[in-house]
């Protein structure tokens, strides 16, 4: 986890262009299923990070315009994103993965996507591709009953 601490305020650096401040985030740890027995039904290990994307101040105008279009589907009606991990049975490392996947999901959705270029065929590809469809043409007439006359 690359969180990092500027005075008394500490961050979560996604890329060179924005960090959350953590005090935007909230977390909420709540008990997990799965193996562990005992241990998993006393304790709470399972880790949700909250994020409002709509009032965040480490955003601009466009980059909270691009994470709202993208990250649409992801997020609830208060323009908030959940993530949540409960891969391990530690509340620490359960954290440390759900920010890590916080700024991949946030880094992928600010990447600019370029658009892609139309390309054609290559000359030889076609005819190779129209030589193999005349071979496997003949080879299905050649499995075809003889007429009968």
């Given at each position: 986890m690359e969180a990092s601490t500027v005075g008394a305020e500490s961050h979560l650096q996604v890329n060179d262009a924005v960090r959350i401040p953590m005090d935007e985030l909230e977390f909420k740890a709540v008990r997990?299923?799965?193996?562990?027995?005992?241990?998993?039904?006393?304790?709470?290990?399972?880790?949700?990070?909250?994020?409002?994307?709509?009032?965040?101040?480490?955003l601009s105008d466009q980059q909270r315009t691009l994470l709202l279009d993208r990250l649409g589907s992801r997020l609830?009606?208060?323009?908030r994103l959940r993530l949540v991990s409960s891969t391990f049975r530690s509340q620490?490392?359960?954290?440390?993965?759900?920010?890590?996947?916080?700024?991949a999901v946030v880094a992928g959705a600010l990447l600019e996507v370029r658009p892609r270029k139309p390309t054609r065929p290559p000359k030889g590809s076609r005819e190779a591709r129209l030589r193999d469809k005349?071979?496997?043409?003949?080879?299905?007439?050649?499995?075809r009953k003889p007429p009968e006359d």
């Open positions: 997990a299923g799965g193996p562990g027995g005992q241990h998993v039904n006393t304790s709470s290990t399972k880790v949700e990070v909250w994020w409002d994307v709509g009032r965040s101040e480490a609830d009606s208060r323009h620490r490392r359960n954290r440390d993965e759900v920010l890590d996947r916080l700024r005349k071979q496997r043409g003949e080879l299905k007439r050649q499995r």
